[in-house]
């Protein structure tokens, strides 16, 4: 007898994985992949025993798609070995999306990959089932792996105590935890993607190796589906866009420091607008510290002991500064330059403060990942009775700040990690703990445990938004903290006359600035809603007799707030249209003898909607409305 969910299910003595997947007649190719015998993964050959709980694990799931992917990376290994066999096998973890194999003494281009791939779906029909041996000690396993130094390096960096395994298929033997697939049958739809270096180990001290990427379903649906995913995705990539619309670029004279271009200054403007609104009605306070602090400081907040390798330095006066690479610190200082009453708290304190850290070269992408960046960092001061009432009110800003870019947004509670790994004592990570969830309870919105996942100093909720196509992005989080006050002695004066130490929430809701630009930027893919948009209004004059028509209009315009300008070129109107669309302004007014003389506009939106003949006035006002209210839709346009 076994434990299946809430069921209880007889099983022969001995009964395995496979004995369970076929009672429950699971056995489709996205079925079925491993086991999950009192929580430990294993493959779906391993025997259950009597009385335990056992749970099959699909490709629907993390675990599953894992397993797909792993096992999926071997296949790719073993292809590539038959057809170069003087390759040398590292690494092939399953990746977010997929999974790649690292080879030394390997060069390839994708010119390659047909011939790879065909290999691959060979292996794949010969439907091995990978079988999984393992060794009594380190020194047998060594001995299995020693022509393959790369192998040998990652057995002596393992425990002496662990457990070392490897799995066999067809000809293909390699070092392995597992678990795999329990056929390589279940692979339906198989395909490489690129191609890259990596360094050995991600140390750019080591030998340059070459890495595949490839991608693996259980369902060929699923693969066309997943390619017309990346397609969307390629053609949103920010960094394309945002030359495209002369937004940003970046410069070898600053690496991984972007330059934001007078078109993407409005956009960042709008933004910070919209935060400083939000915030003065959240009754926030906002401040401004410096980017330059000393070592003292950055050793007081325990930074300069873990995080100095990431830390631009300076060395003034005989003494060394940092660049702040977060502005909690400084917000501390700011605390504790004043005394403070039970009365005051909670204090709200926000700061969109520029930082900087020094990310290895091969980790910058884009906006995405960039040294110099600015965070909408806040701390709230509070009592520990206000936990669960100033998370809620925190909960409030994420949901108006993401809801007003059309984003859905998931929520992950993280709690204590290991003790050897965090500080303070049982009760105030219970006290803490319990605020978080009491509050998510009460917020409503679904939410899953992290378990041993929080901060070493406090449990925390991060934030993940889910763009248009579907991809997910962790951008903010909202953490409690008990170690930066204790460290810089912070305390209020309560109520019975005794100072206390507040308890503070750590919480930026954009993250970075420039990776949050760079999500929407992806999001809408470079079509911006009006009261983001960079270019709003183009008039475009017929012929060169309209010109001095078309500047009054965009004048007129102006007045009223609108942003507004005229294409002046030679061109003709289709091609000035055109142009304008693809600078993706959101309306362009032609005006022409007709225009001139009824004192109109013919209004045309980007998604080549004609609207034909309106009052300057009337469109002013519909248009001032629109940006007013920060739609994310305008009655002109068709979406």
Same mark, same amino acid.
């Given at each position: 007898?076994?434990?299946?969910?809430?069921?209880?299910?007889?099983?022969?003595?001995?009964?395995?994985?496979?004995?369970?997947?076929?009672?429950?007649?699971?056995?489709?190719?996205?079925?079925?992949?491993?086991?999950?015998?009192?929580?430990?993964?294993?493959?779906?050959?391993?025997?259950?025993?009597?009385?335990s709980?056992?749970?099959?694990?699909?490709?629907?799931?993390?675990?599953?798609k894992?397993?797909?992917?792993?096992?999926?990376?071997?296949?790719?290994?073993?292809?590539?070995?038959?057809?170069?066999?003087?390759?040398?096998?590292?690494?092939?973890?399953?990746?977010?999306?997929?999974?790649?194999?690292?080879?030394?003494?390997?060069?390839?281009?994708?010119?390659?990959?047909?011939?790879?791939?065909?290999?691959?779906?060979?292996?794949?029909?010969?439907?091995h089932?990978?079988e999984?041996?393992?060794?009594?000690?380190?020194?047998?396993?060594?001995?299995?792996?020693?022509?393959n130094?790369?192998?040998?390096?990652?057995?002596?960096?393992?425990?002496?105590?662990?457990?070392?395994?490897?799995?066999?298929?067809?000809?293909?033997?390699?070092?392995?935890?597992?678990?795999?697939?329990?056929?390589?049958?279940?692979?339906?739809?198989f395909?490489?993607?690129?191609?890259?270096?990596?360094?050995?180990?991600?140390?750019?001290?080591?030998?340059?190796?070459?890495?595949?990427?490839?991608?693996?379903?259980?369902?060929?649906?699923?693969?066309?589906?997943?390619?017309?995913?990346?397609?969307?995705?390629?053609?949103?990539?920010?960094?394309?866009?945002?030359?495209?619309?002369?937004?940003?670029?970046?410069?070898?004279?600053?690496p991984?420091?972007?330059?934001?271009?007078?078109?993407?200054?409005?956009?960042?403007?709008?933004?910070?607008?919209?935060?400083?609104?939000?915030?003065?009605?959240?009754?926030?306070?906002?401040?401004?510290?410096?980017?330059?602090?000393?070592?003292?400081?950055?050793?007081? =907040?325990? @930074?300069? !002991?873990?995080?100095?390798?990431? $830390?631009?330095? +300076? *060395? #003034?006066?005989?003494?060394?500064?940092?660049?702040?690479?977060?502005?909690?610190?400084?917000?501390?200082?700011?605390?504790?330059?004043?005394?403070?009453?039970?009365?005051?708290?909670?204090?709200?304190?926000?700061?969109f403060?520029?930082?900087?850290?020094?990310e290895?070269?091969?980790?910058?992408?884009?906006?995405?990942?960039?040294? =110099?960046? @600015?965070? !909408?960092?806040?701390?709230?001061? $509070?009592?520990? +009775? *206000? #936990?669960?009432?100033?998370?809620?009110?925190?909960?409030?800003?994420?949901?108006?700040?993401?809801?007003?870019?059309?984003?859905?947004?998931?929520?992950?509670?993280?709690?204590?990690?290991?003790?050897?790994?965090?500080?303070?004592?049982?009760?105030?990570?219970?006290?803490?703990?319990?605020?978080?969830?009491?509050?998510?309870?009460?917020?409503? @919105?679904?939410?899953?445990i992290?378990?041993?996942?929080?901060?070493?100093?406090?449990?925390?909720?991060?934030?993940?938004?889910?763009?248009?196509?579907?991809?997910?992005?962790q951008?903010?989080t909202?953490?409690l903290?008990?170690?930066?006050?204790?460290?810089?002695?912070?305390?209020?004066?309560?109520?019975?006359?005794?100072?206390?130490?507040?308890?503070?929430?750590?919480?930026?809701?954009?993250?970075?600035?420039?990776?949050?630009?760079?999500?929407?930027?992806?999001?809408?893919?470079?079509?911006?809603?009006?009261?983001?948009?960079?270019?709003?209004?183009?008039?475009?004059?017929?012929?060169?007799?309209?010109?001095?028509?078309?500047?009054?209009?965009?004048?007129?315009?102006?007045?009223?707030g609108?942003?507004?300008?005229?294409?002046?070129?030679?061109?003709?109107?289709s091609?000035?249209?055109?142009?304008?669309?693809?600078?993706?302004?959101?309306?362009?007014?032609?005006?022409?003898?007709?225009?001139?003389?009824?004192?109109?506009?013919?209004?045309?939106?980007?998604?080549?909607?004609?609207?034909?003949?309106?009052?300057?006035?009337?469109?002013?006002?519909?248009?001032?409305?629109?940006?007013?209210?920060?739609?994310?839709?305008?009655?002109?346009?068709?979406?």
């Amino acid at each position: 007898m076994i434990a299946h969910g809430d069921e209880k299910l007889e099983l022969p003595e001995k009964a395995t994985g496979k004995d369970l997947a076929e009672k429950l007649n699971l056995r489709d190719p996205h079925q079925s992949l491993a086991v999950k015998v009192d929580g430990e993964m294993k493959d779906l050959t391993s025997p259950i025993p009597e009385g335990s709980s056992a749970t099959l694990v699909h490709f629907d799931e993390p675990d599953g798609k894992e397993i797909f992917w792993h096992s999926s990376a071997h296949v790719l290994a073993q292809a590539v070995l038959r057809l170069y066999p003087n390759a040398v096998p590292t690494i092939g973890p399953p990746i977010e999306n997929g999974f790649y194999y690292d080879f030394a003494n390997l060069n390839i281009s994708i010119e390659d990959f047909p011939k790879i791939e065909k290999e691959a779906q060979k292996i794949i029909k010969e439907n091995h089932k990978p079988e999984r041996t393992e060794f009594d000690d380190k020194k047998q396993t060594l001995e299995t792996f020693k022509t393959n130094p790369y192998k040998c390096e990652l057995i002596q960096s393992f425990d002496d105590a662990g457990t070392f395994s490897a799995y066999k298929q067809g000809e293909f033997f390699d070092l392995c935890r597992g678990p795999h697939l329990p056929s390589l049958g279940k692979i339906k739809a198989f395909k490489l993607l690129k191609t890259s270096g990596a360094y050995w180990r991600g140390d750019s001290q080591n030998e340059m190796l070459t890495r595949i990427y490839g991608i693996s379903f259980p369902d060929k649906k699923q693969l066309k589906d997943y390619l017309h995913f990346l397609e969307e995705a390629k053609k949103r990539d920010h960094r394309v866009i945002g030359n495209k619309l002369d937004l940003f670029s970046f410069s070898e004279t600053a690496p991984g420091m972007p330059f934001i271009h007078p078109s993407g200054m409005i956009i960042w403007n709008y933004l910070l607008d919209f935060w400083k609104e939000l915030h003065r009605e959240a009754n926030y306070l906002e401040i401004k510290t410096p980017q330059l602090m000393s070592q003292d400081l950055w050793a007081k =907040s325990g @930074h300069w !002991d873990h995080y100095k390798e990431n $830390m631009y330095t +300076s *060395d #003034i006066d005989e003494k060394t500064y940092a660049l702040k690479p977060m502005n909690c610190p400084g917000c501390m200082i700011y605390f504790k330059s004043q005394t403070h009453s039970y009365r005051e708290l909670p204090r709200r304190v926000a700061e969109f403060g520029h930082v900087h850290r020094h990310e290895a070269s091969g980790s910058v992408n884009g906006m995405f990942r960039v040294r =110099s960046f @600015h965070q !909408d960092d806040a701390h709230v001061f $509070m009592k520990p +009775s *206000d #936990i669960k009432n100033e998370i809620i009110e925190v909960l409030k800003l994420v949901k108006r700040t993401y809801e007003q870019f059309g984003l859905k947004y998931t929520l992950e509670l993280s709690t204590r990690p290991d003790k050897a790994k965090s500080i303070g004592s049982d009760e105030e990570w219970e006290m803490t703990t319990k605020g978080l969830k009491d509050a998510l309870d009460e917020w409503g @919105h679904p939410y899953q445990i992290n378990e041993g996942d929080g901060a070493f100093y406090g449990p925390k909720i991060d934030l993940h938004i889910q763009d248009s196509i579907g991809r997910s992005w962790q951008c903010g989080t909202i953490q409690l903290d008990m170690s930066l006050p204790e460290r810089f002695d912070l305390v209020y004066m309560d109520s019975d006359g005794i100072e206390k130490r507040p308890i503070m929430i750590h919480r930026a809701i954009f993250g970075s600035i420039e990776r949050f630009f760079g999500i929407i930027i992806e999001h809408f893919a470079g079509r911006f809603p009006l009261w983001l948009s960079p270019r709003q209004v183009r008039v475009i004059p017929v012929s060169e007799k309209h010109f001095e028509y078309a500047n009054r209009v965009c004048s007129a315009l102006k007045q009223k707030g609108i942003p507004c300008d005229v294409d002046a070129s030679n061109e003709s109107v289709s091609k000035k249209v055109r142009s304008a669309q693809l600078l993706q302004y959101n309306y362009m007014l032609t005006v022409g003898d007709k225009e001139v003389e009824n004192a109109t506009i013919n209004l045309r939106t980007r998604d080549n909607v004609v609207h034909g003949e309106l009052k300057v006035d009337s469109f002013a006002e519909e248009i001032k409305k629109e940006f007013k209210e920060r739609a994310l839709t305008s009655p002109y346009h068709k979406s």
